[in-house]
């Protein structure tokens, strides 16, 4: 393949020079209205040739950079891949390890009340593995399934999401505040899925209440941008460390912090597909010690995109 | 004593067989199991079965192309699809090409046998389905399930799809226990945490455009803790 390469390169340049060369030395002055032609031809065929090879060893350069820059590409999905497998493989051992050791449990144990906490116990695993195995289903279905655009009530929504959160666990030891702009106007309807955009918001307020110690404040609020609407979840958390910040997002992935807190480490995953299915955009900015601020970022209005997909909705 | 009703469970996985057809069995079926689409269709022409549970997903012949293949013979034995897939989409072809219901791996068995005893509760014997009309009615109100549009009184309504859907699913399962979380699985796919209220708020928007009273419903019925239930009479049109 190289040697090919070099002689498709070389090969011009080579045959140019010996014209070249030929022309040259077959000079014969006796023949003085041909000396200038012959000159030229092998000027010429220097031209010709070296022009050729240096054509050549320029495509084959530009080859090259582009074969590299898709190896890359390849790489680092091929990376990326392996580091799903593998925390997926993480996820899948734990419930799993629980599970054999609770059928030995409920094998060997000669009480009826062991028998029945061991049982108790693999169920449990057995739908925690329910669980991954659906919150996957969601993450994959998200970017193929159809997505609703129906005018959605920005300040109900959150006021939903809101009145979830204080139903949740460990709120009502945590100082949660909503908030919502009526001036100058009321914020303006956003285009997409109410179920989904309201999964991501819940998502949000889900981790943060997670994430935060009793006595942390939590803040869900929204405005206007521009175009756009910005939903923000700020809390005064113990933050998440620079070099975490960009993997949050990924699937599966867990931070130091995050050790030990339940969950199927696919709540952002989930955040973040939302907010792209819908044109938007999910970013965040965290200071270890003081806190983190998740923002979602929705086209605002009734625009329609070019890449949006809707099912056939009835007409009046 | 009635006799006992045969299903017959198509999986090509033993080991989803091996578990299941001993639980159904303690439910009260008769079970014969077939583990790929062709030992089914033999089964269904030798065994006669009073209903199918099929996995959908199956090497050589798989479950879709096995209920296509019974519906195009004039072969209406009740079937419950069994599928891995969530999409939307997907379960509505389902239904459209005449399964009776259909269930998400994974599930709880509990749930298959409520599943399979609502089927035959309302499985008339070798007449097609609900599911398998394209056009259902109930008093002036008519579905079109090719075009997706409702009539009221001969005027169309405006709902989102997904209220579509979930009187799709309403009026091909009338006067059955539907619960919430069966409603999700049916329209959205998912389970969710924000799940129950979603589709209280569909309800809503339907009762809102069927102008019907939750007090005295014509539609549907809230059976309170539990879900909901089409109380309409429900026929199919040409």
């Not at chain 1, 390169?9 to 040259?24: M, N, Q, S, T």
């Not at chain 1, 799993?96 to 062991?114: H, K, V, W």
């Not at chain 1, 998502?203 to 209440?209: C, F, H, K």
């Not at chain 2, 997706?148 to 209220?163: D, F, G, I, N, Y």
């Amino acid at each position: 393949m190289k040697t090919t390469r070099w002689v498709v390169c070389l090969a011009p340049g080579i045959v140019g020079i010996g014209l070249a060369l030929y022309f040259f030395l077959s000079y014969d002055a006796s023949h003085d209205h041909i000396v200038y032609l012959r000159a030229d031809l092998g000027v010429l065929s220097l031209i010709v040739g070296l022009g050729l090879t240096a054509l050549a060893m320029l495509i084959f350069g530009l080859l090259d950079w582009a074969e590299q820059t898709r190896q890359e590409t390849i790489a680092k999905a091929a990376e990326e891949r392996r580091r799903f497998l593998r925390r997926l493989d993480h996820e899948l051992k734990n419930p799993l390890t629980a599970i054999r050791a609770g059928l030995a449990n409920l094998t060997e144990s000669p009480s009826d009340a062991a028998r029945r906490e061991a049982l108790a116990s693999v169920e449990a695993q057995t739908l925690r593995l329910s669980r991954l195995s659906a919150d996957l289903r969601k993450l994959a279905e998200l970017e193929v399934r159809l997505v609703e655009r129906s005018p959605v009530d920005v300040p109900a929504l959150l006021h939903e999401a809101f009145s979830m959160a204080q139903e949740q666990p460990g709120a009502n030891e945590r100082h949660l505040n909503l908030s919502i702009p009526q001036a100058p106007w009321p914020l303006p309807k956003i285009q997409g899925d109410p179920d989904l955009l309201l999964l991501a918001v819940h998502n949000l307020m889900d981790n943060a209440l997670k994430f935060t110690r009793p006595g942390d404040t939590l803040e869900l609020h929204a405005f206007e941008d521009g175009a756009e609407i910005v939903i923000e979840v700020a809390d005064t958390g113990p933050g998440i460390p620079d070099d975490e910040q960009p993997h949050v997002w990924e699937e599966l992935y867990r931070g130091v912090g995050g050790r030990g807190i339940p969950g199927s480490g696919l709540g952002l995953a989930l955040v973040r597909a939302i907010a792209e299915r819908h044109n938007g955009r999910a970013t965040l900015r965290s200071r270890l010690g003081q806190g983190t601020v998740f923002t979602l970022r929705l086209p605002a209005g009734l625009k329609q995109s070019v890449t949006e997909q809707t099912q056939p909705v009835p007409k009046v | 004593m009635q006799p006992k009703p045969s299903i017959l469970l198509v999986d090509d996985e033993t080991a989803i067989t091996d578990n299941l057809a001993p639980f159904l069995t303690r439910s009260g079926f008769e079970v014969a199991v077939a583990s790929n689409g062709e030992e089914a269709l033999e089964k269904v022409a030798s065994g006669h079965p009073d209903m199918l549970v099929l996995d959908v997903l199956m090497p050589r012949l798989d479950g879709r192309e096995v209920l296509r293949r019974l519906r195009q013979g004039g072969n209406w034995t009740p079937i419950l699809l069994l599928t891995q897939i969530g999409e939307a989409g997907e379960r509505a072809m389902a239904l459209e090409e005449g399964a009776d219901d259909y269930l998400n791996k994974p599930f709880d068995p509990h749930e298959l046998v409520a599943r399979i005893k609502a089927v035959l509760r309302r499985a008339r014997p070798g007449q097609p389905p609900l599911s398998a009309s394209n056009r259902l009615a109930c008093g002036s109100l008519i579905l079109d399930r090719v075009s997706h549009r409702v009539l009221l009184s001969e005027a169309e309504l405006t709902l989102t799809p997904k209220a579509v859907m979930l009187l799709e699913y309403m009026l091909t399962h009338p006067d059955e226990l539907v619960s919430r979380e069966r409603l999700l699985d049916v329209v959205w796919g998912w389970d969710y945490p924000v799940g129950t209220r979603a589709v209280d708020t569909r309800v809503a928007e339907l009762r809102r455009a069927l102008d019907d009273d939750p007090g005295a419903p014509r539609y549907i019925e809230t059976i309170p803790g539990q879900g909901y239930r089409f109380v309409g009479k429900v026929e199919t049109l040409p």
